[in-house]
């Protein structure tokens, strides 16, 4: 690995409106000395103002990876992946969901909404924040991610 691409920060956005959730990937990311910026949101409209810089977001940066939980208020994660890989300005963006859903109907439409991965959330902390290195291990220092846009 290049110097510049050890020294690349990837901006990460999780949407997930469970705040335990969100504290154990915080966790995770300072447990492992993640250096990626973890910005957090917890409804699918959000998320979509989020990768589209509007609303309060207007000055955020575009993410380098999005973690997309399913269950989530006011618009789903199938919703939300359905209008980002839809998007031709953001369907670039990998997306994991990283979900409790283990239903074969739920992991089918992901993959035919063109997900890049699906993750079943362990319960217990030590396997969830190993998870969370695994998957900043795969997508945020071993594969190439797209410049942003």
Do not use: C, W
Not at 3 to 10: G, R, S, T, W
Not at 39 to 55: K, N, P
């Amino acid at each position: 690995m290049s110097e510049a691409a050890a020294l690349q920060v990837v901006d990460v956005l999780l949407v997930e409106d469970d705040p335990g959730d969100v504290l154990m990937t915080r966790e995770a990311f300072d447990h492992y000395r993640i250096r990626n910026n973890l910005h957090v949101v917890g409804d699918g409209d959000q998320a979509l103002q989020f990768v589209r810089r509007t609303g309060e977001y207007a000055g955020m940066p575009r993410p380098g990876l999005i973690l997309l939980d399913l269950n989530l208020p006011r618009r789903n994660g199938l919703e939300v992946l359905a209008e980002l890989k839809s998007d031709e300005d953001l369907l670039r963006i990998p997306v994991v969901v990283l979900t409790t859903s283990q239903a074969d109907q739920d992991i089918l439409r992901s993959y035919d909404l063109h997900a890049n991965a699906y993750i079943s959330k362990p319960v217990d902390f030590e396997r969830f924040i190993d998870v969370i290195r695994q998957i900043d291990d795969f997508f945020l220092t071993l594969v190439k991610l797209p410049g942003p846009n």
